[in-house]
């Protein structure tokens, strides 16, 4: 199975900027599509962001269009999620997850995900 751990969460005060790190292993990280959840306590897990094996169009929740930015590495098996201008209400586990096949499109509910990693606490202080 695919094996993905996540990086870069923390403390940071609201308006900063936190980059979160998703490292992959194999050799399949490439032709999956990828994407970004979070779970804040006591609420659902719900998508952040999602982006294609290919390169296509990426896919951004509301809460976080125009701050955050997807990007993938294949060379390097690492996904990023650039976080800017943070706010309190983005306090969460933060999780990166991959698709079990390649698809055209990206893909935005829990269902096509099928390896996971363990998260990393982002917390923002008002």
């Known amino acids: 199975q695919v094996q993905l751990v996540e990086s870069g969460g923390g403390l940071v005060q609201a308006g900063g900027s936190l980059r979160l790190s998703c490292a992959a292993s194999g050799r399949t990280f490439s032709s999956k599509g990828m994407g970004w959840f979070r779970q804040a306590p006591g609420k659902e897990r719900e998508i952040v962001a999602a982006i294609p094996w290919n390169g296509g169009a990426t896919y951004y929740a509301d809460s976080v269009k125009g701050r955050f930015a997807i990007s993938r590495d294949n060379a390097k098996n690492t996904m990023y999620l650039q976080m800017n201008s943070l706010k309190p209400e983005d306090t969460a586990v933060y999780y990166c997850?991959?698709?079990?096949?390649?698809?055209?499109?990206?893909?935005?509910?829990?269902?096509?995900?099928?390896?996971w990693g363990q998260g990393t606490q982002v917390t923002v202080s008002s």
């Open positions: 997850a991959t698709t079990r096949l390649s698809y055209v499109g990206v893909r935005t509910t829990e269902d096509f995900y099928d390896y």
